[in-house]
């Protein structure tokens, strides 16, 4: 009884040594350092690889310029999309402006606002115009 206790023990140690290896290959596997290794990788074995190289090395050479380049063209395309935006927003709220001013139709629409004062004041219903 003892032995197979003694047996059960090891292959549990054993089992458990697999595991330790299997979860560490994985650890390492999704490193961050492994998956752009990985990406490096797939990227050099395409046609255009020379590109690539050339690229990474003009990147290796002068750091600086082009991180300022890429916040330029960061900033070109934010910028770009939020003047998109901004002027999508103007015209929508100058549609409905519009569209919530009050029309009279009288043949040729025209715009009735409330505040300007009437050209010919509306006589008084009660009042008689002799001629």
């Known amino acids: ?10 292959d549990i140690e054993a089992s458990r ?15 961050v350092s492994s998956i752009v290794d990985e990406m490096l990788g797939n990227a050099r074995r395409t046609p255009l690889s020379g590109v690539y ?14 991180l300022l380049i890429a916040a330029g063209v960061g900033w070109l395309l934010h910028r770009m999309s ?6 999508a927003a103007t ?4 549609r409905l402006a519009e569209e919530s001013l009050p029309v009279v139709p009288s043949g040729a629409d025209r715009v009735y606002d409330p505040d300007l004062p009437t050209r010919h004041p509306v006589k008084d219903l009660g009042e008689t115009t002799q001629i």
């Open 82 to 87: 939020s003047d998109a935006a901004s002027a």
């Open 53 to 66: 190289d050339g690229a990474l090395e003009a990147v290796r050479r002068n750091p600086v310029p082009v």
């Open 91 to 94: 015209r929508r709220r100058v």
């Open 1 to 10: 009884m003892s032995e197979s206790l003694n047996d059960l023990e090891k």
């Open 17 to 31: 040594a697999r595991l330790d290896q299997t979860i560490d290959q994985i650890q390492e596997r999704l490193s």
